[in-house]
């Protein structure tokens, strides 16, 4: 088979989208830091740069840009090490998406940095930024859906020349992720360009805010969603093959992303669960939407822990839980993946709780919440991402991982993981405590409850500071990998299915899967939306309230 | 397919537990009368000075040891502010929003509601404990979302 190392095109496509993902890391990162500090008390944030412009920055560089970047660059690297290489038509589409997400970014990021769109990653009208925010955001859209038709034509191709054959499970999970994407991004779509660009400019002169919000979170929550999952393709797919083991039941595989893909746009209005406009029933029946996404998750620690334990055991591993001394702890892109991993068990944990009804009232809006999607994302989804650079990178640039820069990985790894354990555990509480989040330094005129607050926040700054020095570690680890580790081949680590496992074809309908999640996302949403619509309140002009 | 018998009785467990929350939250919501905020009437937002019960806010005394209050929520301030109840006293909080979206949150207690312009939102609760309790916008509404802050005293 043709590999991506026989085309030099493709490796430079990744590595452009892997250098944008890792300086939006490191940008992203260092406004992480200065809000860590103002929420201290230790740093009054300046005029020129307030905290809620470096908030709303923060969120859409990392959440948006690291994340789909790092995503985007990773898959095309699979398909095209899995499928031959990249067709030059497909290239060229993944390129004008590249093309248009750089423009989109830049008209995001003028309006943020001039304070006209202080409006965070969320945007919720009434709140109106200038209209070239929306504008950039639409454009970033659409260079997303550019790569994610990419994807399918090249999927389709290869489909096309090996009849009956199932796609392998690299490129299947990519397909998954782009098929999410542009499902997931439909909704936002819409609430952007119909509703919020004619608003912005007043060519209408109020909006319906309910149904804005509706539709911008049966994007928001798909979108971090995506990013698990493609997090989810490294462990079934790269770490046993790092450990030196084959992967877990192909065919359970393939459910457990099918059933991602089904059913989770509509996990998205767990974040609706204190709204008005929005009826008990409907509310309950979307606990059991949210809920059911958690299932294929718990089939996933499964089948990880035992493939670890089946792998351990095959090199000698002995005793109850002993065997875990063979795993090879100190390669560091087994040790990133393997602390994600672990971290998404409470972090799953607490998402399985907050999207209760009761449970979600005591910590909606707090900083509880601010800790979740930092142990989510920017622990298990993050590191996992930085386990994978320490092989994709040098497999990219023809280098090789020296011993000297998996050391440093090493200690990137402890950074971040201290870091996080103190910034995403002491959020949790203060948030259990009432801390709210995206609310700059403040003491309520020193109200006792929030002076209480301030020893977890002072521990949020010291988390803060071991992730800063981690992400500098990263981001110097992948810039020597990319220009100055000495030159070699690094392969794509790919483990193989079971031996004589044979998988049903069903698998591959594609079709169905999408039918059948049209049908959930009806059943979810027409009803309340409708009734968002026919009931709705006379609507609301914009507001500037920053 | 072939399955472990651990990894059966691992989904199982993974099933009933959902259906442990399902049943839960169900029960609380349906029976107990537990649901979160979810006001269903709507008001014109550019109108709220104007219509009731929005034109008079304030705190009414409905019952034994049982109160209204009425309050808007605007950037960034609550209206009106500084609320007294006995210790005991059931408040029914009846919010709406003039301008943006905001929250209404009482640290320290289960009080966690949108509150949304074009919505009247309802949320009770009983304060057992005597205290001044903060309350606070917990969604960003703008430059002064932190200054956006009362109390309730409970004596």
């Known amino acids: ?546 | 397919m072939q399955m472990h018998r651990s990894e059966k009785i691992w989904l199982i467990l993974s099933f009933g537990m959902i259906m442990l929350f399902m049943f839960a939250t169900g029960y609380q919501s349906f029976s107990l009368g537990m649901g979160p905020p979810s006001g269903q009437e709507t008001i014109d937002p550019e109108k709220v000075d104007q219509t009731p019960p929005f034109n008079q806010p304030g705190i009414r005394k409905i019952g034994e040891n049982e109160f209204e209050v009425v309050q808007t929520l605007q950037v960034f301030s609550f209206n009106p502010t500084k609320i007294e109840v006995p210790t005991g006293a059931t408040v029914h909080f009846i919010l709406t929003s003039k301008d943006v979206v905001h929250g209404f949150e009482v640290a320290g207690t289960n009080l966690n509601a949108m509150v949304m312009p074009g919505y009247i939102q309802k949320i009770t609760q009983t304060f057992n404990q005597p205290g001044e309790y903060l309350v606070l916008c917990n969604e960003y509404c703008g430059a002064g979302h932190q200054f956006m802050s009362t109390t309730i005293t409970v004596k």
């Open chain 1, 1 to 546: 088979m043709k590999s991506l190392h026989g085309n030099g095109q493709d490796a430079v496509f990744s590595k452009t989208y892997l250098m944008v993902s890792f300086i939006a890391l490191l940008l992203g990162g260092f406004l992480g830091l200065l809000q860590a500090l103002n929420r201290g008390g230790l740093l009054e944030l300046p005029s020129q740069l307030n905290y809620y412009q470096s908030l709303t920055a923060h969120g859409i560089l990392l959440v948006v840009v690291f994340m789909a970047f790092f995503t985007i660059g990773y898959f095309y690297a699979g398909l095209s090490h899995t499928l031959g290489g990249l067709l030059p038509k497909v290239r060229k589409m993944a390129w004008v998406g590249f093309g248009l997400k750089m423009i989109g970014f830049i008209l995001v990021v003028i309006p943020i940095l001039k304070n006209q769109a202080s409006v965070m990653y969320t945007f919720y009208p009434p709140m109106a930024a200038a209209p070239s925010f929306y504008i950039g955001l639409t454009l970033i859209v659409v260079g997303v859906w550019m790569c994610a038709f990419g994807a399918f034509i090249q999927v389709a191709h290869w489909r096309k020349k090996n009849p009956g054959k199932h796609v392998p499970i690299l490129a299947y999970f990519a397909t998954a992720v782009f098929v999410l994407l542009f499902f997931a991004s439909l909704p936002v779509a819409f609430e952007v360009i119909v509703m919020i660009i004619p608003w912005s400019f007043g060519w209408v002169d109020t909006i319906n805010v309910m149904v804005s919000r509706t539709l911008f979170w049966a994007f928001g929550h798909t979108l971090v969603n995506i990013w698990y999952l493609t997090a989810t393709s490294a462990w079934y797919v790269i770490v046993p093959k790092i450990i030196g083991g084959r992967r877990w039941s192909d065919l359970l595989t393939r459910v457990v992303i099918i059933s991602l893909v089904v059913m989770n746009i509509t996990g998205g209005f767990h974040h609706q669960i204190v709204d008005p406009g929005i009826s008990l029933p409907i509310k309950f029946m979307h606990v059991f939407m949210s809920l059911a996404i958690g299932f294929p998750s718990l089939m996933t620690a499964y089948a990880l822990f035992a493939v670890f334990e089946r792998t351990a055991r095959q090199q000698g591993g002995k005793g109850f839980i002993g065997w875990y001394k063979k795993m090879p702890w100190k390669d560091v892109r087994f040790l990133a993946p393997m602390i994600a991993m672990i971290s998404f068990i409470p972090a799953g944990a607490g998402g399985i709780a907050q999207s209760t009804n009761q449970l979600d009232q005591v910590v909606h809006n707090t900083m509880w919440i601010v800790g979740h999607f930092h142990l989510t994302l920017g622990m298990s989804v993050a590191m996992t991402f930085f386990g994978v650079s320490y092989w994709l990178v040098p497999y990219l640039s023809k280098r090789v991982l020296t011993p000297k820069i998996n050391k440093l990985g090493l200690i990137q790894t402890a950074m971040w993981t201290i870091g996080m354990v103190l910034m995403a555990g002491s959020m949790h509480i203060v948030g259990l405590l009432g801390a709210p989040r995206r609310t700059s330094f403040s003491t309520y005129g020193d109200h006792a409850a929030a002076l209480g607050w301030d020893i977890y926040m002072t521990l949020v700054v010291i988390g803060a500071i071991f992730l800063i020095i981690g992400v500098i570690l990263q981001v110097y680890n992948v810039l020597h990998m990319m220009f100055l580790a000495p030159k070699g081949e690094t392969s794509f680590p790919i483990a193989e299915a079971q031996e004589g496992e044979v998988t049903p074809y069903w698998t591959e309908r594609w079709g169905i899967w999408i039918v059948l999640l049209v049908i959930i996302v009806a059943m979810a949403y027409v009803v309340p939306l409708t009734s968002m619509i026919v009931h709705a309140p006379p609507g609301s002009p914009p507001f500037k309230t920053w």
